[in-house]
């Protein structure tokens, strides 16, 4: 990698999470000054607010270590094992139960004759919730998810616009053999 583009990678890795580990700890915070003030008596949507701050805040920490050893030439943890983009799909819904709800958007999902896929598992499993964590926080009214033999799409509100990092993000899935590619209102992964 030629230091022009090492340079400006870091510096789209280190864009991308410096803002969403600064967006995700002020809700922490202030949804904590709010409880601690008793400027609400919504416990449980505040409990919900935290835990859902705290989840984005434990998929972009992963995805920062992941990211940058990537971009830096470090080694990367290589869990070596069947990966199921379905299922990982369907747990960050859930996880996102309360963000789904609060937005008032649509998650339809549609899924039929995918396999697990043998690849670094902890790699494409990091990737895929950063994806999937943000098509979910910047959608406005519909996001449909759908599979079929070896590929994962992803229809999402058009006008959206693809954060740069998911050009390093199609490059690393490049060499575990899955092929990213994204338009404006489209991202599809399809595993080897």
Known sequence: MNSNTLINDLSVVREYFSHNLRTSTAMVVATVSIFKFGLSDDTDNMADMIIESSYFLDVYDKGMEVLFNYVLGKPIRNDKEAFDPVKI????????????????????????????????SYVAKTLLELILCEEIRKCTSDLTISSRDNILLIKKTKGTKNPEIYNIFARFFKEFNIEFTYTEDTLTLRFA
Do not use: A, H
Request: aromatic share 6%.
């Open 89 to 120: 799909t369907g747990k960050v819904i859930e996880d996102l139960r309360s963000s789904i709800k609060e937005q008032n958007i649509n998650v339809l999902c549609f899924f039929e004759d995918m396999k697990p896929v043998e690849t670094n």
